[in-house]
């Protein structure tokens, strides 16, 4: 199987190509780099034995993705580019509809000038806004408090509104929650680029070094400690999901949705706490206000996806919080420049 992996560069993407390798599938990579480094194809490589094809180039660039569909045999698509920082999408609306809701229209619209009709969408748990009640399952009502996640809904509407006037297409919205973890063997992580908006980058950039202490946002959320709660699942977790979605439902003509989580909820310091122990450094922090935006407690109901795509995240939380250490200490300033 010759699957177009947009955006595989990045954190979610590299690990997924692993994980495709793995199962005997054929990755072939278009990254345009604005937030990954070429020295991840290697890793890639070192790992899995095998270098990817990689095309260097835009989502957005509709003749480049018509030449990669047609030049590679492409059978199906998985769409990680993105832009993924909430709070620059406040900032940069303009650049988030068009990377993320346009960069995903030109893409199916190849598609359908090339005949492939399978397709897999990164989408977030942000979609659920605030949601009523914990855990969340699918059929939940969808919201959005930022353009990020105004764009994920954008596209998911865009696709459900598509797939229902092309019967015959599969396409497969996966809704991640928290992925946090990096591949076992520390040769691939999260690499993001100045001050980490995310918890566990921020946290592991803490007990390397290069950051004096964490701000905990809030500690006066209804939850066991005050602090937010999250269902942080491993990256090689979320990366089996995408392997399962196109062997079980890649195939099924339809509309499906899946949440990909593990159905646990861990507080802040729970994971301060847990990674302390994985690397035995102290991670200090203060207790400082709410983040605006934030909700105070998020976690998935996987039943869907366990059922369905026979997928369920195995990967438990020393896994997760070992696992980034190993990539963190490894490579204290992230991927260097090839
Ligand atoms: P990432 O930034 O590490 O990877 C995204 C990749 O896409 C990068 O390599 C980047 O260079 C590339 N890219 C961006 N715009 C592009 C464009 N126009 N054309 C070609 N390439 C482009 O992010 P990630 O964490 O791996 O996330 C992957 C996807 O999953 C994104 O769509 C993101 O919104 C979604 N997601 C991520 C999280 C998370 O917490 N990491 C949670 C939910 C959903
Ligand atoms: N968080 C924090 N300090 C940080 C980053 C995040 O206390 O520097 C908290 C945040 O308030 C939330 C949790 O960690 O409760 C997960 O945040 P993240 O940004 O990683 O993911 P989100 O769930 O917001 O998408």
Redesign the pocket.
Known sequence: MNVLV?????????HTCIQMIDAGMNPVI???????KNT?LERIEKVSGVKPTFIE?????KSLVVDVLKAHNIDAVI??????AVGESVQKPLEYYD??VN?TLVLVDAMRDCDVKTLVF?????VYGDPASVPITEDFPTSATNP?GRS?LMVEECLTDFQKANPDWSITLL?????VGSHPTGELG???QGIPN?LMPFVSQVAVGRREFLSVFGHDYPTKDGTGVRDYIHVMDLSDGHVAALQKVGSKQGLHVYNLGTGNGYSVLDMVKAFEAASGKEVPYQLVDRRPGDIAECWADPAKATKELGWQAIRTLEEMTADTWRWQSKNPQGYPES
């Open positions: 947009t955006g595989g560069m990045g954190y979610i993407g590299s278009l990254d345009n780099l604005y937030n990954s991840v180039g835009d989502v957005r660039n769409h990680f580019a993105g832009l993924k990377n993320n960069g990164s989408s977030s748990a942000t990020y994920k809704r991640y929650f928290n992925p999260e690499d993001p995310n």
